[in-house]
């Protein structure tokens, strides 16, 4: 049974750094062609694509935000780790983490995701 | 505004079928696999349609996808009250190096 929880602070203050935990069960990200992303979802709003780290460490970030996200992996722990700088009222959102699973040389789909984490930026 | 193309809203009543667009171009539908998402109100999403057209265990039938040059699509047939949702596209984007979403499509069920 595969699982995700998202772990993490629900309210941030601006300019502060945000850090976001990823603890996953029934899986490993050591397999072959296994994934952990991050996603988010601004309240009313669509869903965006934050970052992604795979089975052999290889890591993908969202263009507009890559300076100031880091995702690292834990594999002992079975925990993926997101970290978003100089945080935002604008970042305000339901933050998700999912497991993917790469079916191609791009093409990765998420199958599992965690309950999400609402995270609100505001001094 | 998003990469990927979809309505904002669709809508039907009860055993209709409906579809939902998603269109991109060749950097991403093109060149790489869809993926549909259903997320009801409140939840998480979840996964619909994998590999434009496969189905994961325990999605009904009614639900089905295509894809066809930079477009895709979402088929829902015979729909139900509960279909009632919000559904997102989301695929590979070779330009991007990374996964992309549709805007969302709200469907409401008549």
């Known amino acids: 049974q595969v699982t995700l929880r998202e772990s993490g602070p629900a309210l941030v203050k601006p300019t502060q750094t945000l850090t976001l935990t990823c603890t996953f069960s029934?899986?490993?990200?050591?397999?072959?062609?296994?994934?952990v992303s991050w996603i988010r979802q601004p309240p009313g709003k669509a869903l965006e694509w934050l970052a992604l780290?795979?089975?052999?460490?290889?890591?993908f970030y969202s263009t507009s935000l890559k300076t100031r996200l880091t995702i690292s992996k834990d594999t002992s722990k079975n925990q993926v780790v997101l970290r978003m700088t100089n945080m935002d009222p604008v970042d305000t959102a339901t933050y998700y983490c999912?497991?993917?699973?790469?079916?191609?040389?791009?093409?990765?789909?998420?199958?599992?995701w965690g309950q999400g984490t609402l995270v609100t930026v505001s001094s | 505004q998003s990469v990927l193309t979809q309505p904002p809203s669709a809508s039907g009543t009860p055993g209709q079928r409906v579809t939902i667009s998603c269109s991109g171009s060749?950097?991403?539908?093109?060149?790489?696999?869809v993926n549909w998402y259903q997320q009801l109100p409140g939840t998480a999403p979840k996964l619909l349609i994998y590999?434009?057209?496969q189905r994961p265990s325990g999605v009904p039938d009614r639900f089905s996808g295509s894809k066809s040059g930079t477009s895709a699509s979402l088929a829902i047939s015979g729909l139900q009250s509960e279909d009632e949702s919000d559904y997102y596209c989301?695929?590979?984007?070779?330009?991007?190096?990374?996964?992309?979403f549709g805007g969302g499509t709200k469907l409401t069920v008549l």
């Open positions: 590999s434009n057209n």
């Open positions: 999912a497991r993917c699973k790469r079916v191609a040389a791009g093409s990765r789909y998420f199958d599992y």
């Open positions: 989301a695929t590979w984007d070779d330009s991007l190096n990374g996964p992309i």
């Open positions: 780290i795979d089975w052999d460490d290889d890591k």
């Open positions: 029934g899986f490993s990200l050591s397999t072959s062609g296994m994934c």
């Open positions: 060749s950097s991403n539908v093109g060149s790489n696999t």
